[in-house]
């Protein structure tokens, strides 16, 4: 009996070495482990041997079984490993054949992309953002911002009337209003929105996209409108960039300026390597960007204190700055956007370089 | 504001050069747009020259070949030139450009040969040079320059100003009195500490007192706060000499005769206007000041007829009005080439009428420019004073004794208390009340020492403009203190900043059209009234409340938009012609509607997509993406729809709806329990025509609705952590029936087990028979604590099946 086992085991492993693939090995595997195979038989007729026999025949035929079964099991992983690799050589492909199905994304507006950017740098100084209406009263578009009776900007060559009283909003400044109206000091504030003027040429569109801002506490001095622009600018146009205020006039700023931002193009040097002059500055190495300045007297005096915004605001207990950015400029400064018909086309490949 | 260098620097010279001018004036509120050369280049090529010999050309009447000697400039001997202008002669001495002259429009001069005569540059006549208008004639040095010694060689810019640097002024509306070169040089003289000259007006040879000879009425001081006349009598007009004419070519304005030069070029020294009226040509010699008649026609100086209201102003004289106050003259009293007696007048008027009347006229000049920002009555007896002096100069005129001078005195010069921290305060730099009396000084400010800062006394030239404490720390900050302000952050207490709900719902619908593949386009606000009937939409539909602008700047654009449709197709319509196939575009942006309560509009934020072409490219893999037709078609952008929505987790559905330009078949409401967000639907095919667009599909809702409706927080809700049972059925219904309908049908039978059922493919055609079609429905059971089996669930799809067949329904298959 033993014997039997011994050939047996030595007949199935000559089988199984020899055997080259997986299906040739499964077919040994059931010849000589399978139900109705000899080995399992004899194990099976453990039981009606002499009791003399059944330790040692046992032993035997369950070591034979055992013994197999590893061997088929490392056969079995040699030989599908080697399949694998078979199979994985005739499974190539061109990877250089595009995706499919191709599904690109869209992308947003590079104008909405950069108001964003700015609202997300803003809100990362601590300004919430508001919006308010594009149609808008001449009280809080002109008269509670302290522009005078005759301000050249309400003349309607200058800006589109709905009606003697309201006109589309030339600026986003009067939700400076709105917001002092609505909320207590301190506030600070960005107001992102569509504004209008009655100018169509090659630099003005009728209408534009500013971000405006405004901080009011009891002691935001013009030093802190230089630190806050200076991070702005850093984190739109890059870390290397220093900021200039230059004194200017607006009606509702007190003391007032235009804001510089060193030119990121020619590194606030006004010529290029090879000594052409920077076209992007013309070679003053500064570029306008927007307009700010402490907020006038004025204009505190226009918010009427309600239970809103109680305390309300005292000229002589509060002060702070504001400014209005162009998105359109940031954004022509930052891309290259050489014209700004561009932003209104809508040519998907305009569009598409942006997304 | 065009300021000669050379004129400015005769007030203040910084010894600077013009960059570091420029720098300076910039950075202290005077911003330098530009800097022009005025005149000439290459400036050693132009010399005096004394004409030898003058002959007729051989081959041409009109030119003549001169013999011109140079001088030293020439030293082998005179040059010959061929010179077309009909006063040379021999004997004159001549401004003479040699070749490599660069001429004041940038060509540069060669040698020439002028009907076979080489000629070795230019005689000169004024206008050559941009130093006069005229080109009857060349310059004939001797009798422009009588008293100039002139010999041949010498360099031409020696005696003729040749060239000039031109510095373009942003001056900003509060400073009219930098609307004058004085005020410009003052500005100089405060940002570089450079000696300031006195005021050229400072001596006047004219005098006070009354004048005979001449009355001056004004019947509405309100509009005319001070008029003043002086009367100048033996005035010869003539051309003004070289130098004046020049400096107003420089400064932008045409020389006419010396008389009206003289006006200009005094108000372009002090910044008030001025008009020289022939007395002779004023009937009666008494002007008076009145408001004009409704409808009363002038005609200005111009040759234009204006009509006039109420609030303008107009002198006039016995027989009528003679000109438009602070506006333009009339052609009646012009000054002529035989005026003998000038009456001159300078005013000042109201501001705001000036700009009123400017506006309402559409007549801007020089005058009216600065009028319209409010002078000083002080500045009357400036201008006069300058005037006076050119008159006797260039004119010779005899200033008749005293001045007409109505009005009452102005105002005393207000004084301010300029508190020393309170500068600190509002800057965030430190500036010493010693220096800020400096700066003050230096803007013509006069100062007194307090404890605690200045008692600042305000010119009469900045009364309008500094009127608060705050201006004084403005004017003391330009000079010195915003260029060296450190760079700080505010404290920021209590500041966090964030987005509000509806701009985060924003921000995330538009995202999710982006992740659909979707391109944002920016379209305009303005739109054409014909928007509307190309959109079809009928008389009395609300998207015809629209808002309309008084004053539009065409027709085309005179409407608020009511709808995003329009910019959406018409985006589509820019990109088909250029031969885009795919076109998925949204916008996220205002529309606007006239609202019945509030003067503004009802103005809310919309978003609207739209899908035209082919949706899917072409693929090497064949077909397109799996189970998706490559159509814009309801469903196509109802998917994009489904994908905004779904990212808020809404309780959605559409119904069946009509819209204008949509397709009545194809079209349908998007509602969140009652609340309608919007529409969704493919473009009716004679919209779509109208933009020359195949199938387009659209959605627009409103997102201040979907904000609402969205839920600012996302709850936990449990689930399951045994795995659902999944069924499909096939039910034969009529074709009527809606999906929506037999979803919500076998959903309610199915209760608590089955959380979702949805179709999953439709099929019509001849197996299910006339009038019907099958829907396939996904069945999804789950129990919260074990797993359903088959027989588990065997009841509840018996409900099912039987709620179904209540439709009309039967199992398939």
Redesign the interface.
């Known amino acids: 009996m033993i014997e039997r086992i011994e050939a047996l085991k030595a007949e199935a492993e000559a089988s199984l070495v020899a055997a080259t693939t997986s299906e040739a090995l499964e077919e040994l595997r059931v010849r000589y482990l399978g139900r109705k195979a000899e080995l399992p038989q004899l194990l099976r007729g453990v039981a009606s041997l002499q009791p003399e026999q059944r330790g040692a025949v046992g032993r035997a035929a369950n070591q034979a079984r055992q013994a197999l079964e590893a061997l088929i099991e490392q056969r079995s992983q040699a030989l599908s490993g080697a399949e694998l690799e078979t199979q994985l050589q005739a499974d190539q492909v061109d990877v250089t054949?595009?995706g499919?199905?191709?599904?690109?994304?869209?992308?947003?507006?590079v104008?909405?992309a950069t108001t964003?950017e700015l609202?997300d740098i803003?809100?990362?100084?601590?300004?919430?953002?508001l919006?308010g209406?594009?149609?808008?009263?001449v009280h809080y578009n002109f008269d509670a911002l302290n522009h005078?009776?005759?301000?050249?900007a309400r003349?309607?060559?200058d800006t589109?009337?709905?009606?003697d009283?309201?006109v589309?909003r030339t600026h986003t400044s009067p939700m400076q209003i709105r917001a002092m109206e609505a909320h207590p000091p301190?506030l600070?504030v960005v107001i992102p929105g569509?504004v209008?003027r009655?100018d169509?040429d090659a630099t003005h569109t009728?209408?534009f996209h500013q971000v405006e801002g405004l901080?009011v506490?009891e002691?935001?001095?013009?030093?802190?409108l230089?630190?806050?622009l200076?991070?702005f600018a850093r984190a739109i146009f890059g870390d290397e960039r220093d900021?200039?205020?230059?004194?200017?006039?607006f009606p509702f700023t007190?003391?007032?300026?235009?804001v510089d931002v060193s030119c990121f193009n020619c590194e606030g040097r006004g010529f290029l390597r090879d000594g052409a002059r920077c076209h992007l500055c013309k070679g003053e190495g500064w570029l306008e960007v927007l307009g700010a300045g402490?907020v006038?007297?004025n204009v505190y005096a226009h918010v009427p204190t309600t239970a809103a915004n109680a305390p309300g605001y005292d000229p002589e207990k509060v002060?702070?700055f504001a400014w209005g950015m162009g998105v359109e400029r940031i954004a022509m400064l930052k891309h290259g956007i050489p014209d700004l018909r561009l932003?209104?086309?809508?040519?998907?490949?305009f569009?598409?370089q942006f997304? | 504001m065009r300021v000669p260098l050379p004129w400015l620097r005769e007030y203040c010279d910084p010894e600077l050069d013009t960059a570091a001018i420029e720098q300076r004036l910039?950075?202290?509120?005077t911003?330098v747009e530009a800097i022009h050369r005025h005149g000439v280049d290459a400036i050693e090529n132009f010399v005096v020259g004394e004409v030898l010999k003058c002959e007729r050309h051989p081959d041409a009447d009109r030119l003549s070949v001169c013999e011109v000697d140079l001088g030293g400039a020439r030293p082998e001997g005179p040059a010959t030139i061929v010179c077309g202008a009909a006063n040379v002669a021999a004997g004159q001495f001549v401004g003479v450009a040699r070749p490599g002259s660069i001429m004041p429009d940038g060509t540069k001069l060669k040698k020439a040969k002028l009907r076979g005569v080489a000629s070795e540059g230019m005689i000169l006549a004024e206008d050559e040079l941009a130093i006069g208008v005229d080109h009857d004639g060349i310059m004939v040095l001797q009798d422009l320059l009588p008293e100039v010694e002139l010999q041949p060689g010498r360099p031409l810019a020696e005696v003729l100003p040749l060239a000039a640097e031109v510095l373009e002024l942003e001056i900003?509306?509060?400073?009219p009195d930098c609307l004058g070169v004085y005020g410009v040089a003052r500005e100089l003289h405060a940002a570089t500490g450079a000696p300031l000259a006195p005021a050229p007006w400072s001596e006047d040879l004219g005098s006070s007192g009354e004048l005979a000879g001449a009355e001056v009425l004004v019947e509405c001081p309100e509009l005319c706060p001070r008029f003043t006349a002086r009367v100048f009598e033996d005035v010869t007009i003539a051309q003004s000499p070289p130098w004046l004419k020049a400096r107003l070519m420089a400064a932008g304005q045409r020389p006419i005769n010396n008389v009206v030069d003289i006006t200009n070029y005094a108000m372009l020294l002090s910044g008030q206007p001025l008009h020289a009226f022939d007395l002779d040509r004023v009937a009666g010699a008494r002007l008076r000041v009145r408001r004009a008649q409704p409808g009363e026609q002038v005609q200005t100086l111009d040759g234009q007829t204006r009509t006039l209201d109420e609030q303008m102003v107009v002198i006039e004289d016995a027989e009528g009005p003679t000109s438009i106050a602070g506006l333009m003259g009339g052609v009646r009293s012009e000054v002529q080439s035989d005026t003998t007696r000038v009456l001159m007048e300078v005013a000042t008027w109201n501001?705001?009428n000036i700009?009123?009347s400017s506006?309402q006229l559409a007549l801007r000049s020089e005058a009216s420019s600065r009028f319209?920002k409010g002078l000083a009555p002080e500045q009357c007896l400036h201008a006069q004073a300058l005037a006076t002096r050119l008159m006797i100069e260039l004119c010779g005129a005899r200033v008749l004794p005293g001045t007409i001078d109505v009005g009452s005195p102005p105002a005393p010069a207000p004084t301010i208390h300029l508190r020393e921290a309170r500068v600190q305060?509002?800057?965030?730099?430190t500036i010493a009340s010693v220096r800020q009396a400096e700066i003050l000084g230096a803007l013509d400010f006069q100062t007194q020492a307090l404890p605690d800062g200045l008692q600042v006394t305000v010119p009469a030239v900045r009364r309008e403009d500094v009127t608060?404490e705050?201006?004084l720390?403005?004017e003391v900050?330009?000079i010195d203190g915003?260029?060296r302000?450190?760079?700080?952050?505010?404290?920021?207490?209590?500041?966090?900043?964030?987005?509000?709900h509806p701009?985060r719902v924003r921000?995330a619908a538009?995202d999710a059209?982006?992740?659909?593949?979707?391109?944002?386009?920016?379209?305009?606000?303005?739109t054409d009234p014909g928007l509307l009937d190309r959109l079809r939409i009928p008389a009395e539909h609300h998207l015809r409340q629209v808002?309309?602008?008084?004053?539009?700047?065409s027709e085309a654009?005179s409407l608020?938009r009511p709808t995003l449709m329009g910019s959406l197709l018409d985006?589509a319509h820019?990109?088909v012609s250029?031969g885009?196939p795919k076109?998925?575009?949204?916008e996220?942006?205002?529309v606007?509607r006239a609202a019945a309560e509030s003067?503004?509009?009802d103005?809310h934020h919309a978003l609207g997509a739209l899908l035209s072409g082919e949706l899917?490219?072409r693929?090497?893999?064949g077909g397109?993406?799996?189970g998706t037709a490559n159509e814009a078609d309801f469903f196509a952008i109802k998917g994009v729809l489904a994908a905004v929505l779904g990212r808020f987790k809404l309780d959605w559905r559409v119904e069946a709806a009509q819209w204008p330009f949509l397709h009545p078949g194809r079209s349908a409401s998007v509602l969140v329990g009652d609340v309608k967000l919007g529409f969704v639907g493919e473009i009716h095919p004679l919209v779509a025509a109208q933009w020359d667009l195949a199938r387009t599909a659209v959605f627009a809702i409103d997102l201040g609705k979907l904000a609402a409706a969205a839920a600012p927080v996302a709850h936990f809700k449990a689930f399951a952590s045994v795995p659902p049972l999944r069924q499909d059925i096939a039910v034969v219904l009529p074709e009527v029936v809606a999906a929506a309908e037999v979803l919500e049908r076998v959903l309610k039978a199915g209760g608590s087990t089955l959380t979702q059922a949805e179709v999953f493919d439709v099929y019509s055609g001849p197996q299910v028979g006339e009038g019907k079609r099958s829907l396939a429905l996904a069945l999804t059971f789950q129990a919260p604590d074990r797993t359903l089996t088959d027989e588990d669930v065997a009841p509840v799809r018996k409900r099912i099946i039987a709620a179904l067949s209540e439709l009309g329904g039967e199992l398939r298959g």
């Open positions: 054949l595009p499919a199905p191709p599904q690109p994304l869209g992308g947003l507006h104008l909405s964003r609202e803003f809100m990362g100084l601590g300004f919430t953002v919006e209406p594009e149609v808008e009263t005078s009776p005759t301000h050249p003349a309607r060559t589109f009337y709905v009606s009283e309201v589309l301190p600070y569509r209008y009655r169509l009728p209408q901080a506490d002691d935001i001095t013009l030093a802190d230089k630190g806050t200076l991070a900021v200039r205020l230059r004194p200017h006039f007190e003391p007032s300026v235009e402490e006038d007297p002060q702070g932003y209104y086309e809508n040519d998907l490949r569009l598409e997304s | 910039t950075m202290t509120g911003k900003t509306p509060n400073r501001g705001p700009h009123r506006w319209e305060r509002i800057l965030g730099v608060r705050i201006d720390i403005e900050a330009r915003v260029d302000l450190p760079a700080t952050l505010p404290a920021r207490r209590g500041a966090a900043g964030s987005l509000s701009q921000r538009e059209l982006v992740g659909r593949g979707l391109h944002e386009i920016v379209g305009w606000s303005f808002v309309t602008l008084e004053n539009p700047l654009q608020l985006v820019h990109n250029r885009q076109i998925a575009i949204f996220s942006g205002a606007y003067p503004l509009a103005e899917q490219p693929s090497w893999r397109t993406a799996a």
